[in-house]
């Protein structure tokens, strides 16, 4: 059983940046491939970045390809999400999820172990 905590999220301004952080415990962190989503209020929750077991490979949602960069640190069971340039567009609850199988990692319904969540509001 693998436990996902994420932290960072917060009030910015429209421009700014803010780094996401997501604590793993429980599992063998460095055989999953780890994922964030987002939820906005009254939206379905969506694809943001996966990254897979190594870092090696990378995918993002088009709506954030430029801006996010997410990575792993697999000594310390830790994967980030680097967010610039944020927009007003990105506020939603950020999720963390783990799985085992890369393929298909911009579907949620393969992840077998998510986080609670962290806020992240970017004001205009």
């Known amino acids: 059983q693998v436990q996902l905590v994420e932290s960072g999220g917060g009030l910015v301004q429209a421009g700014e940046s803010r780094r996401l952080s997501c604590a793993a415990s429980g599992g063998t962190f460095s055989i999953y491939t780890m994922g964030w989503f987002r939820q906005a209020p009254g939206k379905e929750r969506e694809f943001v970045a996966a990254i897979n077991w190594s870092g090696g490979s990378t995918s993002y949602a088009d709506s954030v390809k430029g801006r996010f960069t997410i990575s792993r640190h697999n000594a310390k069971n830790a994967v980030y999400l680097q967010m610039n340039s944020l927009k007003p567009e990105d506020t939603a609850v950020y999720y963390c999820?783990?799985?085992?199988?890369?393929?298909?990692?911009?579907?949620?319904?393969?992840?077998?172990?998510w986080g609670q969540g962290t806020q992240v509001t970017v004001s205009s």
């Open positions: 999820a783990a799985r085992r199988d890369y393929s298909g990692s911009d579907e949620p319904g393969g992840y077998a172990y």
